[in-house]
């Protein structure tokens, strides 16, 4: 059974760092494209950042370039966004996702304080 599980979201200050973590089973992390999403209140979800199955193409949004890096950790099975100078736009429900054929995780919430 696929399964994605994020965890690492908070209340930071602005400027602040936080690191999510998305634990996957079922699935061999690294054989697949994978991404994370963000959603703010009353936004629509958003792609923020994604990393080929090679590991080798990472892509970001515009607004997170230079603050976010994708990376993944493959012995643990785990993909991870560590999200650096926070700002409060930042703020959003984040989202693990596999691309295709897609599998999302349940979210964590990051709140950014100014």
């Known amino acids: 059974q696929v399964q994605l599980v994020e965890s690492g979201g908070g209340l930071v200050q602005a400027g602040g760092s936080l690191r999510l973590s998305c634990a996957a089973s079922?699935?061999?992390?690294?054989?697949?494209?994978m991404a994370w999403h963000r959603q703010a209140p009353g936004k629509e979800r958003e792609l923020v950042a994604m990393?080929?199955?090679?590991?080798?193409?990472?892509s970001f949004a515009d607004s997170v370039k230079g603050r976010f890096v994708i990376s993944r950790d493959i012995p643990k099975n785990t993909l991870y966004l560590q999200m650096n100078n926070l700002k409060p736009e930042d703020t959003a429900v984040y989202y693990c996702?596999?691309?295709?054929?897609?599998?999302w995780g349940q979210g964590t919430q990051v709140t950014i304080s100014s």
């Open positions: 079922g699935f061999t992390l690294s054989t697949y494209d």
């Open positions: 990393i080929t199955s090679g590991g080798v193409t990472t």
């Open positions: 996702r596999r691309v295709w054929p897609a599998s």
